[in-house]
């Protein structure tokens, strides 16, 4: 299943929000997360099955779409949060991820 | 607390074998499989492997099928990530992680990251 996330990157400045998408060449069902990951950091689950926060998953994300069409949603961007978003798929063999959105200081 | 320690990893030439260990403490061993991802330089995650629970099934991205295998040793506890026939394309940051039942079988826990670079 091939994941395509849009945008590539996007330039926010901090206390805007901003909307990443994810779509899957078939469906998924709900089997959806989203990661961030920092430089010189391990990934780190932010939302599972589409719309559940994660432990220590800041309000402020939020996760939807079922099927093909998934979308994450920060609400107001704190400094930390300037990182690159992956959603990734465990419907069906191989598990893969998408390409990325960067989020980046405007 | 569940721990995911990594050993391997460096430079090794194309052509050439390494392994990579992920040693685990703080959960049931037998109980989780454990997958490998990795980050190559300016690209995005990509998952490579896992191994299941049991230890019998074996899943791997189409991009290191017949060149990586997953096994584990249950008595120290580690899984393994032997790597064969590298390419320059393999070099990234390999990760172990865990999934969690409590996040919907998604990765939760997972290890430092190890650099390889495959460079001659």
């Known amino acids: 299943t091939v994941l395509t996330q849009s945008p590539a990157t996007l330039s926010l400045s901090p206390g805007e929000g901003g909307t990443l998408s994810c779509r899957a060449s078939q469906s998924v069902g709900s089997s959806l997360a989203w990661f961030q990951l920092k430089p010189g950091q391990a990934p780190r689950l932010l939302i599972y099955d589409a719309s559940n926060r994660a432990p220590g998953t800041p309000a402020r994300f939020r996760g939807s779409g079922s099927g093909t069409d998934f979308t994450l949603t920060i609400s107001s961007l704190e400094p930390e949060d300037f990182a690159v978003y992956f959603c990734q798929q465990r419907s069906n063999w191989p598990f893969t991820f998408g390409g990325g959105t960067k989020v980046d200081i405007k | 607390q569940v721990q995911l320690v990594q050993s391997g990893g460096g430079v090794v030439q194309p052509g050439r074998s390494m392994r990579l260990s992920c040693a685990t403490s703080?959960?049931?061993?037998?109980?989780?499989?454990i997958h490998w991802v990795r980050h190559a330089p300016g690209k995005g995650l990509e998952w490579v492997g896992f191994?299941?629970?049991?230890?019998?099934?074996?899943y791997y991205a189409d991009s290191v099928k017949g060149r990586f295998t997953i096994s584990r040793d249950i008595s120290k506890k580690t899984v393994s990530l032997q790597m064969g026939g590298l390419r320059a394309e393999d070099t990234a940051i390999y990760y172990c992680?865990?999934?969690?039942?409590?996040?919907?079988?998604?990765?939760?826990?997972w290890g430092p990251g190890t650099l390889v670079t495959v460079s001659s």
């Open positions: 992680a865990r999934d969690s039942q409590d996040t919907g079988y998604f990765l939760l826990y």
């Open positions: 191994l299941s629970s049991d230890g019998k099934t074996e």
């Open positions: 703080g959960f049931s061993f037998s109980d989780y499989p």
